[in-house]
C-alpha cells in the first residue's frame, strides 16, 4: 500500500469549502484483503490503539458505524480504513476534524482517491503516514511490505512523538481561542508563521496577534512585565501589594539576600515565564543553593522575594476590565491508602482531559527533578503509599504546562482585589495582561489576607480560563477581539473573484481600473503577476493561494481583484473562504484531458467554486449554458446576468421579477451596454465609446466590459466612475499585455494577443474580419503542447479561411511533445480544411515566426500574432525596423515635439505617461 501523490487544498476547493487534501492511494496486492478477510486479527488491534475509531460513524452516520462496516461479511477496504485512521490520528493530536472521502480510481483496479480534512497542513500530512505505517504493522506477516516498521515497533511512543510535533506546529490553545472568538464575529484570519503569528482582517484593516500579545502592546509595557524587579519597583512605588524582594547573581548573594529577606523564600529566574526554574518555600541555605542552580539553567539574574502564603491566582485583565480569575493549584496526587505514588501518577494521567504538552486541556504529570525533590523532603518515593485523601504535591508551581489545575474563581472575587489587578496591569501599560496574586482567600480584600502580587505578564496564557479544570469556562479570547475589532467596525475588504476560460486577465484589469477611479488601493492577481495599486510587485501565473495572500496581507490594499484560474484551484484551491463578487465569464474547452478534468461539465465544476462561496452577488453569462446553471449552486445574495442577446427570455423574465442584469441592446447609434436593476433601466455606455472594444468590434472585449461592469455596481460603484473607467481604458501593452494589444507605428497594423484555445482564437478571428483591412492578413498561429490533439485541430479550423499568410509555429515550452509536433498538426488540419499550401509556412521557432510575419507584411496590411512569450513579442514588435513604404496618399506619422510630461515612465524602452490619478492619458511613445 503507497501513496503515490498528495495535493494539499488550502481553501474552497473542489471537494469541499474547507482545508482538504487529496491521497493518491495505490493498495496493490491489499486490494483482495479487505476487512472481513483480515479478520478480527486485524480488526481488533487496530481498535485497541485507536479507541476513538469506535465513536466514526461512516456512511451508517451513527456511533459505531466504521466497526461495523469493518466486521460486516464483505468488509470495508483498507482505503476506506486509511481515510478514519488518519483523521482519527489527527483528533488524537487535537485537531477538530472529521470529513473524509474515498473513492476508487475508475479503470485503475486497487487505487483510491483519498480525500481528508486538515487543520494543519503538517499534521495532516504527518498523520497520513502514521497511518500507513499502523496499518502495514497489523497486517499478516506476510502481506506485510519491506518498508512496514519492525514486529516489535512501539506505536503508542510513535504516537505520542506525533503529538508533540503537532503541538510544535498546531496553534497554542490560547492563540487557538483567539482564531475562534474572531470566527464567531466573521473576522477572516491568515496564520503568518508556523508559530502563533496571527493577522485578523484583511489588508488595511489588519490587525496581528502572536499569542495573546497583540499589535496594541506596548513593546516598553513587555519589557517592563519582562523585568521582575522593575515590574516589582512599579507596583511598589503605587502603593499596590507586592513581597519583599532582591535580585542576585551568585550562590553567595542567594544565600545572604534570602536571609535579608527572611525565610521562607522564593527563587525564580529574572525573564522566567511558565513556571520555569522557579522554587517556592525555600526554608534553608542548601536549599537555596539547589534552587539558585535550576533558576540560572533559565537566566542569568535570579530574583530572591519573601514567600506568601496562601493559593495561587491568576487574574486576566484586558483593556482595563478583569475578565477572568483562576485558582491554580500544583501538579497533585491524592492518597487513597492503597497505591503508591507513581501508580497514583498513571491514574491520574488517564483522565481523558490530560495529554501531552497542551494537547489538551490539561497536561500529564511527570516524575523528574522538581518532583523527586518535593518528594523527598517528605521522606517520600515513588513507590510511596500515601494515605487516603493526603495530598502529594510534585510541583511548587501551579502551572497548567507542568501537570496543574485551575479553579474559575472569577465570580467570587473581591472588588478590591478586581480593582488592584486592573491598577497593576495599567501600571504596567499592558493591553492584555495576567497578574499572579497569592492569597489564601480570594473572596476577601487583600488588605485583610495580606495577600501579594509576585508577577504581572505580558501575553498570558489562556488556557486556565477557557478550560479550567473546575468551575465556569470564561470567554476571555471575545474581549480581545473586540477591543483589537470594536463592534461595526470593518475586518474585511471588498473582494471581486473572476473566472472563467477567456477574458479572466481582461475583466480583471477593466475592474481593477474601474476601482481605482473610484478611489481604492487595488490588489490584483492576474496571469501576469500581482499588482498592487497599479504596480507590479511580482511577475508570472499568479493566480493561486499564494499570491492571494500577497494581496490580502498588504496593509494598504483596500481592495482585491482576484483573477481565479483552473490551475490555481486544482492545485490548492482558492486563497480566501469567501469573495464579495464573484463572475463566470464562459466555459470552452481548454485544458480538457489534464488533471482528471476531462469534460466542460467537470470544468464547469471545478470553476464555480468561486461562485460557490460568493456572498453578495454572482455575474453570470447567461449565453453559456454551463454558466447560467451555476445559479442553482450560490448562496449569494443577488444574481446578475450578463446577455448579448437583449431577447434572451430568461434574463427578460428575471429583469421583470426585479431582477439584475447587464444587456448589450441596439441603439440608433450602436449598441448599448445597459444595466436593469430592481426594476430601473439606466443605460450605462455605448460600446464604440470603450477604447478596449476597437469602437464596438472587439465584441469579446465588449462583454468583458459588460461583466466588469456588474461586478464594479454589485461593489457599490456609482454608474459615472464605471463609465469614466470604461472610457480610459484601452489594451494597450501597459494595461492589459498579450491581451489584443494593437501597434500601429509601422505602414502595416500588428495586433498581439494570448489567445491559446478554440474559442480565444475565434475571438480574436471575428475582430479581423470587423476591421477594414486595405492589403492582406497574416496569421501566427500555435497551440499549448499539453492540449488534446482535437483541441489543437479545432483550434487550426477556427482560423482556417480568413487570413492570406498562416506561419505555424511552437511554443518555447513543448509541453512533452516534439518540436515540430504543434506546428504539423496545425498545418496538417489547415491543409484539409482547404487552406493553399502555399499560404501555410511551418516556422518552428517563436521569434522567426514573428520575424517572418514583419517582413512579410506590406504597408495596409495586418499581422494577427498569437504569442507564447509576451514580453519578447512585443518589444520584437515595436522594434521592427520596416523598409516598406506607406500607401500612396498616406501621410507618415511624425515625431512629437519635446515636450515635458508628467509622471513619465518607462518600460523596456518605452514611455508611458499618467495623470496625476496615476491614470493612463497616453499610449506608449517609441523612440
Not at 253 to 259: K, V
Not at 338 to 365: F, I
Not at 780 to 796: E, F, K, T, Y
Request: aromatic share 6%.
Amino acid at each position: 500500500m503507497k501513496i503515490r501523490s498528495t495535493q494539499v487544498y488550502r481553501g474552497p476547493n473542489q471537494y469541499a469549502h474547507f482545508r482538504v487534501m487529496r491521497h493518491h492511494l495505490d493498495l496493490g496486492g491489499l486490494e483482495e484483503w479487505p476487512t472481513a478477510r483480515l479478520g478480527d486479527a486485524f480488526v481488533g488491534p487496530l481498535l485497541d490503539k485507536l479507541p476513538g475509531l469506535h465513536e466514526h460513524g461512516c456512511s451508517y452516520r451513527e456511533t459505531g458505524g466504521l466497526v461495523r462496516r469493518m466486521r460486516e461479511e464483505e468488509g470495508t477496504w483498507l482505503g476506506h480504513v486509511f481515510e478514519h485512521v488518519a483523521l482519527e490520528l489527527q483528533t488524537v493530536a487535537g485537531s477538530e476534524v472529521s470529513f473524509g472521502k474515498t473513492r476508487s480510481i475508475e479503470g485503475a483496479k486497487g487505487e483510491y482517491m483519498v480525500v481528508l480534512q486538515y487543520d494543519n497542513e503538517q499534521v495532516g500530512l504527518e498523520a497520513s503516514r502514521l497511518a500507513l505505517a499502523l496499518l502495514h504493522h497489523l497486517l499478516p506477516e506476510e502481506l506485510r511490505p519491506d518498508d512496514a516498521p519492525a514486529a516489535d515497533w512501539d506505536f503508542a511512543r510513535s504516537r505520542d512523538r506525533f503529538i508533540r510535533s503537532a503541538q510544535r506546529s498546531a496553534l497554542g490553545p490560547s492563540t487557538a481561542s483567539l482564531v475562534k472568538a474572531a470566527e464567531e464575529r466573521d473576522i477572516p484570519w491568515l496564520r503568518l508563521n508556523r508559530h502563533s503569528l496571527i493577522q485578523f482582517g484583511h489588508g488595511r484593516y489588519q490587525k496581528r496577534i502572536q499569542a495573546t500579545t497583540t499589535c496594541h502592546t506596548s513593546n516598553i509595557a513587555v519589557d517592563i512585565a519582562s523585568d521582575k524587579e522593575q515590574t516589582h519597583s512599579i507596583l511598589r512605588d503605587l502603593g499596590l501589594p507586592v513581597p519583599r524582594q532582591m535580585t542576585v547573581d551568585s550562590i553567595e548573594d542567594a544565600m545572604r539576600g534570602a536571609e535579608r529577606v527572611g525565610y521562607p523564600v522564593v527563587l525564580k529566574p529574572l525573564a522566567g515565564n511558565h513556571g520555569r526554574g522557579v522554587s517556592t518555600h525555600l526554608e534553608s541555605k542548601e536549599q537555596v543553593a539547589v534552587a539558585f542552580e535550576k533558576a540560572r539553567e533559565h537566566g542569568h539574574t535570579i530574583v530572591i522575594e519573601s514567600h506568601i502564603e496562601g493559593f495561587d491566582h491568576r487574574m486576566l485583565v484586558v483593556n482595563g476590565e478583569l475578565v477572568a480569575a483562576a485558582k491554580r493549584v500544583p501538579g497533585h496526587v491524592i492518597g487513597d491508602g492503597k497505591l503508591n505514588v507513581a501508580q497514583l501518577v498513571d491514574l491520574v494521567n488517564q483522565d481523558p482531559r490530560r495529554g501531552v504538552g497542551h494537547e489538551k486541556v490539561l497536561t500529564r504529570l511527570e516524575f523528574d527533578h522538581q518532583a523527586q525533590r518535593l518528594l523527598a523532603e517528605m521522606g517520600y518515593d515513588e513507590n510511596t503509599v500515601p494515605a487516603a485523601k493526603e495530598v502529594v504535591y510534585l510541583r511548587t508551581t501551579a502551572n497548567l504546562s507542568t501537570g496543574g489545575t485551575a479553579i474559575d474563581v472569577t465570580d467570587i472575587v473581591h472588588p478590591a482585589n478586581r480593582e488592584m489587578a486592573i491598577r497593576a496591569i495599567e501600571a504596567i501599560g499592558l493591553d492584555v495582561g495576567g497578574v499572579d496574586f497569592i492569597t489564601s482567600d480570594i473572596s476577601r480584600s487583600y488588605r485583610e489576607t495580606g495577600g501579594a502580587i509576585c508577577e504581572v505578564n505580558a501575553g498570558p496564557g489562556f488556557r486556565m480560563h477557557v478550560a479550567p479544570s473546575e468551575g465556569t469556562p470564561r470567554d476571555v479570547a471575545g474581549p480581545v477581539i473586540d477591543m483589537m475589532f470594536p463592534p461595526d467596525s470593518p475586518s474585511r475588504i471588498p473582494i471581486a473573484s473572476v473566472t472563467g476560460t477567456n477574458g479572466k486577465t481582461t475583466t480583471t484589469r477593466m475592474l481593477a481600473h474601474i476601482l481605482k477611479l473610484h478611489g481604492y488601493t487595488v490588489g490584483m492577481t492576474s496571469t501576469d503577476g500581482v499588482y498592487i495599486d497599479g504596480r507590479l510587485t511580482v511577475e508570472g501565473d499568479m493566480t493561486g493561494p499564494q499570491s492571494a495572500h500577497m494581496v490580502l496581507r498588504d496593509p494598504r490594499v483596500d481592495a482585491a481583484v482576484m483573477e481565479t484560474a483552473r490551475g490555481g484551484l486544482l492545485r490548492a484551491g482558492l486563497g480566501y473562504r469567501r469573495c464579495n463578487v464573484a463572475a463566470c465569464l464562459n466555459v470552452s474547452a481548454d485544458h480538457l484531458g489534464l488533471k482528471g478534468i476531462d469534460t466542460l461539465e467537470q470544468l464547469a465544476e471545478l470553476k464555480r467554486i468561486p461562485i460557490e462561496v460568493a456572498k453578495d452577488a454572482v455575474v453570470l453569462n447567461a449565453d453559456d449554458p454551463l454558466c447560467l446553471q451555476m445559479g442553482d449552486y450560490t448562496q449569494a445574495s443577488r444574481v446578475s446576468y450578463v446577455t448579448m442577446n437583449p431577447t434572451h427570455p430568461l434574463v427578460k423574465e428575471h429583469i421583470q421579477a426585479g431582477g439584475q442584469a447587464i444587456v448589450l441592446e441596439q441603439g440608433m447609434n450602436g449598441h448599448m451596454i445597459t444595466l436593469y436593476d430592481n426594476h430601473s433601466h439606466m443605460p450605462l455606455l455605448w460600446t464604440h465609446l470603450i477604447p478596449a472594444t476597437l469602437e464596438g468590434r472587439a465584441l469579446h472585449n465588449v462583454q468583458n466590459a459588460m461583466f466588469a461592469s456588474a461586478l464594479a455596481f454589485n461593489m457599490d460603484v456609482d454608474l459615472e466612475n464605471i463609465r469614466h473607467g470604461l472610457r480610459t481604458f484601452d489594451t494597450t501593452y501597459f494595461q492589459a499585455p498579450g491581451r489584443m494589444n494593437v501597434y500601429t507605428e509601422h505602414p502595416f497594423k500588428v495586433i498581439l494577443d494570448y489567445a491559446h484555445n478554440p474559442a480565444a482564437v475565434r475571438a480574436m478571428v471575428d475582430v479581423v474580419r470587423r476591421l477594414e483591412v486595405p492589403g492582406k492578413r497574416i496569421l501566427v498561429l500555435s497551440a499549448p503542447g499539453d492540449r488534446r490533439d482535437v483541441d489543437i485541430m479545432h483550434l487550426a479550423k477556427e482560423a482556417a479561411g480568413n487570413f492570406d499568410l498562416y506561419i505555424c509555429r511552437r511554443d518555447d515550452n513543448g509541453r512533452g511533445r516534439s518540436a515540430e509536433d504543434v506546428p504539423r498538426r496545425i498545418q496538417t488540419t489547415l491543409l484539409e480544411c482547404g487552406v493553399d499550401p502555399s499560404k501555410v509556412k511551418l516556422i518552428v521557432d517563436e521569434q522567426e515566426s514573428v520575424q517572418a510575419a514583419l517582413e512579410a507584411a506590406c504597408p495596409g496590411d495586418l499581422v494577427l500574432i498569437f504569442g507564447d512569450n509576451i514580453k519578447r513579442c512585443w518589444k520584437q514588435i515595436i522594434y521592427f525596423k520596416s523598409d516598406k513604404e506607406l500607401p500612396a496618399g498616406t501621410a507618415p506619422k511624425t515625431r512629437a515635439p519635446n515636450i515635458e510630461l508628467p509622471h513619465l515612465e518607462w518600460d523596456e524602452g518605452v514611455a508611458l505617461v499618467r495623470d496625476e490619478r496615476g491614470v493612463r492619458i497616453a499610449r506608449e511613445i517609441s523612440d
